[in-house]
């Protein structure tokens, strides 16, 4: 069996602060032809489930709590079964969103998640929300950044639970260290790889302050 990664575009509201904006979020699908896991599910349980077709889903894996990357989760768990991950430092975040519902199980700096054929390496990378992390397959050569690393830059630190110092540390320490033509698979927008970001360090550094 092949692994594969297929991007389920789908849309929504985040809100936090106060306010609400329009958003796209990529819910990454990982897996092969009987099982699967999804990373993010973002606003759409009907697309989701839609996407996974007749495959068994095993985990929903969560990157952070932000309303828009877990607003679809308990559904999709409850539709097929699958449990549902999240680093415990963004249980706040979480409880924000869904007060009566728990994640099932909580992510942890290191561990490996089994499924499917790949081997998802969390990555605890808080900056963007306390919890974030990111999932880093070696074989897939793709590492899952969530809000943490975008495209042109670190994601937002604008809003509460987040820091612009701990984000900058984060991608340093635990991204930029990774093999420059590893794919960075993100949580909105365009994929981009770490040897495109890693030069640009410094200048997120200092248009950060």
């Not at 990982?30 to 068994?56: F, Q, S």
């Not at 590492?143 to 984060?170: E, Q």
């Amino acid at each position: 069996m092949t692994v594969r990664i297929e991007r389920l575009v789908t849309s929504g509201k985040f809100s936090l602060d106060g306010g609400t904006w329009d958003v796209e979020n990529n819910v990454w699908i990982v897996g092969d032809e009987r099982e699967v896991i999804v990373i993010d599910a973002a606003h759409d349980a009907d697309a989701i489930v839609a996407a996974i077709d007749d495959r068994h889903l095993s985990a929903i894996v969560c990157t952070h709590a932000h309303n828009d990357h877990v607003n679809a989760a308990p559904e999709l768990a409850a539709r097929t079964g699958a449990t549902i991950w999240l680093h415990p430092d963004d249980l706040p975040l979480w409880k924000m969103t869904h007060p009566d519902r728990d994640p099932d199980r909580h992510l942890l700096d290191g561990q490996v998640i089994e499924a499917a054929g790949a081997d998802l390496t969390v990555l605890h990378t808080p900056g963007h929300a306390p919890g974030a992390v990111c999932l880093h397959d070696p074989a897939l050569g793709a590492v899952f950044t969530g809000d943490t690393l975008f495209h042109g830059g670190p994601g937002a630190t604008g809003r509460s639970y987040s820091h612009f110092p701990t984000i900058i540390d984060s991608i340093r320490d635990k991204l930029l260290t990774l093999p420059p033509e590893t794919k960075v698979l993100t949580g909105h927008g365009d994929s981009t790889t770490i040897g495109a970001e890693a030069p640009h360090l410094e200048e997120w550094i200092r248009r950060g302050h």
